[in-house]
């Protein structure tokens, strides 16, 4: 059994979508000007803690990413021949390293 569709609801439908569209516009709009609004009461205020965060990160950042006199005095070392490799302790560091890798894959 067909049942033919007689007429179509397209500009009803169309019509109805566009005035969804446009009471989400409004209420992005309002909420947007909520967010930009405030009170003279409004206020911040952070911790000591926060305080001594931003001094930390402050004086980080101020500090060089590379130890340049450390790299030259390495560089020199190889360069003479003097520069020697414990192989123990290179061995050590990389299984402390490989040691605190899976307890940190442990954590997830």
């Excluded at 500009?11 to 009170?39: F, I, Y």
């Excluded at 790299?71 to 402390?96: N, P």
Aim: net charge negative; no cysteine.
């Amino acid at each position: 059994m067909v049942n033919e569709i007689k007429g179509s609801n397209h500009s009803l439908l169309s019509g109805l979508a566009s005035q969804q569209q446009t009471e989400q516009a409004k209420d992005q709009a309002k909420a947007a000007g909520n967010k930009t609004q405030g009170t003279a009461e409004d206020s911040v205020s952070l911790t000591d803690q926060a305080e001594k965060l931003r001094a930390l990160e402050s004086s980080i950042s101020n500090q060089p990413v590379v130890d340049t006199k450390r790299v030259e005095s390495i560089r020199s070392a190889i360069l003479d021949g003097s520069y020697t490799v414990d192989a123990s302790k290179t061995a050590e560091k990389m299984a402390d390293f490989e040691r605190l890798l899976d307890s940190k894959v442990g954590d997830e």
